[in-house]
């Protein structure tokens, strides 16, 4: 509940007709009706006051500064009572034109006219002064009230002494942004005077582009603890280093309340196994359904966690998770006002009702929290979400870079000129089974592609977006054939997809495209299921908004620079392709030769296990076997072209007894999965397993860093339950050596002139569907594309 039972009188009373059509009244009517009685006055004079500045925006769509300074001005000659019923300042849509913004009739700058906002309006609670630059520091301290719950103040110009955190009207601030301002956030939170004691009701920061570093953010999650639930460090200098304190202490302790394992699989933890860089070691381990994600009740939203004594809370249950239906709260600013103050339109809550909001209460730690523009890994994200027990609700982290261990590392990624981005192989962490309550997710479109971005090989972006799709994609499909599909987690209700080239030579369109196909049948499951026990238990709503942003277009560049397009001007791919930065270089060495690592295997003794050991540590009644699940355009390469191909039951394939490090440096070994015996038929192994085990004879230092199978490389032919060598397994995506007779791929002028538009593919398929659902009158309509929202971003914003 977002407040407190009604009293007696107010659960009694009669309700007033004038309450149910006021809302539907237009702003403009507002002032006329509050002349005509006092009851109408009080009914719209609050709707018509409460946030003064964003109603003039949309009566008079005059947004100059110079209105605002009139609009002060004139409220020197308004009674109190009704200047008692401004409760928000909105002064984003103002905006700031001549550096001289004194006029005739008012002789105050605007530091000078925000100081006056205090005695001017005493119940303000809201304030947002986004990128004005002509604002002093004392100013925006002297601004604030007793009654502040908002402060917005990103990309203004003034830099916060650590003394701006110590006011007292900080004390009943809810929600903070402070981003994009100069200076450092280190000395306020090391004094501390950043810290709860001075914002002892703040739950929502966002501190962007402040030049935060790990230090930095983890002396934050160390002052705050489970305080906020909303954090925004975007745009900061962040690596995996900061996750380590955030999981000590931004997060609840593991839920004792899981999800059905018939539907969602089960977490199996091996007690005191740990590694750096994994984390706690987890399994997942399967059902007959949730493998495949196709249980029958995979639609049904929690049943209701009862308790025997209501005022004791959930008997046992720590951290229960939502039940899949309820809408999350929002933290964005316009949803923040809007419930601390009402909004345009709308009555203010009562002050004593304030507190007992949602949004102003502690979630056990953070439930928001976006990472984009860090330099954060795909690993390094992944052991997050899993140390979260299940607490994110909406998660951003779009720039996410694949590191490989260093020695799976080529010598051109290892160099730290050129970059990989990507979330490969690591689409289970998203099921309900790990984020049970994430609901909206802005991540990079690997996730659903399987195709990663190339980043400072010294090649054009076009060449750079060619050899990824040509030559990265097949590999990344054999390594990780499981991407994200809908039904993986139909909790989740919006997805963006980030940094989608604007040229493919095909699959990534295919891809994209049989991604919105899914979505549909996902939403015509969900309304079969409604339909067809309408007395049952209530259904979530499944993936609703897609939402793709698009990078810009790099034709546009090479046309300027390059000539492209031009016969006499063409692009000389032959000289580029032989550039030093080619990561085919070690194609075509010898195979006795092995790479240069600088990592050392560790103590590991091989041995050959029973095949009743390996299964000996899982649960017998939850192991099974996960289908391969075949991705649009998959290359021969990635599929299995011999029918009998597949896991070969007789043979459990040879271990290895690996000494690991955990977290706490005590010392315990695991038998590690290191392939089929030689003895076992090829024809019968999968082709990512015959790699894995190739990799690891031919160079020793690949047997490091062992982890958990994931579900990725158990439909990839993995043992369930196994340990596998990650290096080994991730160096499938930078091969060292291959057969000589394979030529070095290089795109012609026609190649690249081939490559298709993104954004006119996905618009041509929406259209075609369109039409196919305004046609369609069948029981089949809604699965055709009408309901889905999806967005498609020209210039990645």
Wanted: net charge negative; proline share 9%.
């Amino acid at each position: 509940m977002d407040r407190n039972p009604p009293s007696y009188h107010d659960a009694t009373k009669r309700p007033d007709w004038l309450e149910f059509v006021a809302g539907s009244v237009p702003v403009r009517e507002y002032a006329r009706l509050c002349l005509v009685s006092k009851r109408l006055y009080h009914q719209f004079a609050p709707r018509l006051w409460n946030d003064p500045l964003t109603v003039a925006a949309i009566l008079t769509r005059d947004n100059d500064i110079e209105w605002f300074y009139r609009f002060m001005g004139h409220m020197t000659r308004v009674r109190e009572s009704t200047r008692a019923l401004v409760t928000s300042l909105d002064l984003r849509p103002f905006v700031v034109g001549a550096p001289e913004f004194t006029l005739f009739s008012w002789d105050k700058t605007l530091s000078q006219t925000l100081r006056m906002l205090p005695s001017t309006f005493p119940n303000l609670r809201c304030i947002l002064l986004d990128g004005h630059p002509d604002v002093e520091a004392d100013g925006l301290a002297a601004m604030l009230c007793s009654s502040s719950l908002v402060l917005s103040i990103p990309q203004c110009q003034a830099k916060l002494p650590s003394w701006f955190f110590v006011s007292p009207n900080l004390e009943s601030l809810v929600y903070l942004d402070i981003s994009a301002m100069p200076g450092s956030l280190r000395v306020p939170l090391h004094r501390p005077v950043l810290s709860p004691i001075n914002l002892r009701s703040l739950r929502i920061l966002k501190a962007r582009g402040r030049e935060m570093d790990d230090k930095t953010a983890c002396l934050l999650f160390k002052t705050f603890q489970l305080q906020l639930w909303s954090v925004d460090l975007g745009y900061n200098k962040l690596t995996d280093g900061v996750f380590d304190d955030m999981q000590h202490f931004s997060f609840p302790a593991v839920s004792s309340r899981t999800g059905d394992f018939e539907v969602e699989g089960r977490l199996r933890y091996p007690p005191g196994e740990s590694s750096a860089s994994f984390g706690k070691f987890c399994f997942v381990d399967e059902s007959d359904w949730s493998a495949t994600f196709s249980h029958p009740h995979r639609y049904l939203v929690d049943a209701p966690l009862y308790t025997s004594n209501a005022q004791g809370g959930h008997d046992g249950t720590t951290n229960p998770r939502l039940d899949g239906r309820a809408k999350i709260r929002s933290d964005a600013p316009d949803a923040v006002k809007v419930a601390l103050s009402g909004g345009p339109g709308n009555h203010s809550p009562l002050p004593e009702y304030i507190h007992d909001l949602d949004i102003c209460r502690g979630h056990q730690g953070i439930t928001h929290l976006y990472l984009s523009g860090n330099n954060i890994s795909a690993a390094g994200l992944a052991r997050m979400i899993r140390s979260s027990a299940g607490q994110l609700q909406h998660l951003e982290c779009d720039s996410i870079f694949f590191r490989p261990h260093e020695a799976s590392c080529p010598p051109w990624l290892a160099s730290g000129k050129a970059k990989v981005s990507g979330f490969l192989g690591l689409a289970h962490v998203f099921r309900p089974v790990i984020s049970s309550d994430l609901q909206v997710l802005r991540i990079h479109h690997s996730l659903v592609t399987q195709l990663p971005t190339l980043e400072g090989i010294g090649l054009s972006s076009m060449e750079a977006l060619w050899l990824a799709e040509t030559c990265l994609l097949p590999r990344a499909e054999l390594a990780y054939p499981e991407s994200f599909v809908p039904d993986m987690n139909p909790r989740l209700r919006s997805l963006t997809l980030t940094q989608i080239p604007r040229y493919s030579t095909g699959p990534l369109i295919e891809k994209l495209i049989h991604f919105l196909k899914l979505a549909a049948i996902q939403e015509q499951a969900i309304r079969d299921a409604k339909t067809g026990n309408r007395r049952g238990p209530s259904t979530l709503l499944g993936l609703r908004h897609i939402r793709l942003e698009i990078e810009p277009d790099p034709r546009e560049s090479l046309l300027e620079d390059d000539g492209f397009g031009e016969e006499e001007n063409g692009l000389d791919t032959e000289a580029l392709m032989a550039q030093e930065f080619s990561f085919f270089r070690d194609w075509t060495s010898s195979p006795s030769k092995p790479p240069t690592s600088a990592a050392r295997p560790p103590a590991a003794t091989a041995h050959s296990y029973k095949a009743a050991e390996p299964q000996a540590r899982n649960n017998p009644e939850s192991v099974s076997t996960r289908p391969e699940q075949p991705a649009p355009g998959e290359s021969p390469e990635t599929g299995d072209s011999n029918p009998d191909d597949g896991d070969n039951s007789d043979d459990p394939g040879e271990y290895m007894t690996c000494i690991c490090t955990g977290e706490d440096n005590t010392e315990f070994t695991v038998p590690v999965w290191i392939g089929p015996s030689p003895s076992s038929k090829q024809h019968r192994t999968r082709p990512a397993v015959r790699e894995y085990a190739r990799l690891l004879r031919h160079d020793p230092a690949l047997q490091t860093d062992p982890q958990p199978a994931s579900p990725n490389h158990v439909a990839a032919g993995v043992p369930s339950g196994s340990y596998i060598f990650t290096p080994a397994w991730d160096a499938m995506l930078f091969p060292t050596h291959l057969q000589q007779q394979q030529q070095r791929p290089r795109p012609s002028r026609r190649d690249l002139r081939g490559m298709r538009d993104v954004v006119s593919a996905i618009k041509a398929y929406r259209a075609q569907t369109r039409v196919a659902y305004n046609k369609d009158d069948g029981p089949d309509k809604a699965g055709l594309a009408a309901p889905l929202t999806t967005k498609t971003s020209d210039d990645g914003h």
